[in-house]
């Protein structure tokens, strides 16, 4: 591999990409995950994340432009120069550029995505045999209103299933319309236009006015290609027409006739010795998703390799499982190191990766007996089976953990684990918590006991119930200890001496000085977004838990550890 | 043969972008393009044995034969579509 000269790379593993406008070639949507993905081929082997913005300066600006478009390097029209992209920097720095004489696809062909219809946007499936004759494109054959569309199976009759193909009748994109069809006819400097058309604008972009008069309104938008749309020739986007005449001679597909290249070519209106209308028939294309991993390869500081099958070999080759070649990952960890811990992972949004070990299961302790049968709850509660063969270490995610008596319980789905500090970190359980609390629902969020009181507080929803041994208060409405209508749930808990308590939910946490007097003081704001899940005091340490992962702030409030719930605190 | 030949027809299209350019003057352009070779002096000037270290360079970097010459399979690599991204910086 090799890197730009200087190791150019981001100072920050946030990177911003913004999309700054779209081909015809494809729809939107598949653009926007095709981007997507080339980002996810980087993210999945580095610390990066790349968030999408929808306005304003991203680190990396995508867009799609012909021949000059406005960096010093121009693009060559179709073929040849496929895309470009800037090392990390400033400015243009780390913008991707992509040549949209090309024709933009997943590698093989059009992939036409549907729209209304009853298919629920899937993509055209070629063939499709409908009224007894099959079809490898789009047709209008059925309708009157001249909608091309497709069956999404390969039997329209059996299934029934279609959609729309991309049509100016039915959409725009870009311009200023918010994706409103056209309106033919429409006037544009006096003429009449019937169609789209490239006139007035010198990038051969084919648009149309969305109102019936462009003059007056100046309301455009640019027109969708079909999946027939022709590359090139003097009709670039226009429809080949079948059947056409060339020469005499009737054609009801693309043909390599008239030309000593063998190219595939069809007419864009009925008769090309009339009108001399043409352009080339579609390819398979360029892949969007393997460019665009390549180009941002560049916009994350990589160079060309010499290595033929990595991705930051400089010429395009179509490969249907694409995965990066070892040089390719060996260039990007150079730059930026590999996933190493969990907060990369959670950061991620990676969460029920990971290796998940069955380990020996601990003996249930006494007191309560764990439960094997499954209980009935006088209240409200919903009773749960307990699998007494269940081990914590199976478990990714716990519902809360939390500190009763001097002992960690962790709660999951109607059951708990107990970790004895007087038994030397011996585990027990699972118990049935409708057994010990029976009022509390099944799914708790937070769990803690105050300090001062002796109260177990649990939290589910918008509701808490308070134990003082064996007798329960609520349910009551978080409301009541002040929270606002708004908070849906307490994701957290954290104790901060007799009678003071941090409450969390989301970015926001509330510090409670007297539990007694319900008064909420302080709204705050933490600096992790949507980190804190359940927190527990070990120790002198706070344990900060999402998912499987753990931080633990020691007493100076630091965060000096990373690790795993199951291996760290429940020894798996 | 009993079918009759259709007799081929070759026709200019209008608006086709024909790329008349010779393969020495196309490996000229890829060359410089992408950094192997430094844009042709005022003189117009190109040595053979800078073109040729230049061709040997570009074919490494392609992983093609290190001929240092324009052969087939080198000028089918500058044929074929690829990123505008320079291989070698100035």
Redesign the interface.
Known sequence: YQT??GDLKWDHHDITYRILNYSPDMGASLIDDAFARAFKVWSDVTPLTFTRLFDGIADIMVSFGKADHGDG?P?D?????????FPPGEGIQGDAHF?DDENWTLGKGAAVKTSFGNAEGALCHFPFSFGGKQYSTCTTEGRSDNLPWCATTADYGRDKKFGFCPSELLYTFDGNSNGKACVFPFVFLGETYEGCTTEGRSDGYRWCSTTENFDKDKKFGFCPNRDTAVI???SEGEPCHFPFVF?GNKYDSCTS????DGRL?CATTSNFDTD?K?GFCQDRG?SLFL?AA??FG?ALGL??S???NALMY???SYVEDFSLHKDDVEGIHYLYGMILSPCDVIRKGIFTTGPDPIPTIPSPGPDPKPDTTTTKSTTTTTTHPVDPSQSPCQINKFDTITEIDGDLHFFKDGQYWRMSSKTDGGLEGPFSMSKRWPAVPVVVDTAFEDLATKKIYFFSGTRFWVYTGQSVLGPRSIEKLGLSSTVEKVEGALQRGKGKVLLFNGENYWRHFTLLCTIVCTKHTTRERRLILVIVCIVGNSYFCRDSFYWRMNSNRQVDRVGYVKYDLLNC | WCVPLKKSVSVTFPGDVLKNMTDTELANSYLQRFGYMDVQHRSGFQSMASTSKALMRMQRQMGLEETGTLDKSTVAAMKAPRCGVPDVRS
């Open positions: 730009f000269q390097y693009f029209g179709k073929d040849g120069l496929l895309a470009h992209a040549d090139g020739g003097n020469l006739e008239g030309r000593g070519w001399t043409w360029y460019v390549h180009e560049h160079d060309h010499n290595i033929r400089p010429m395009y």
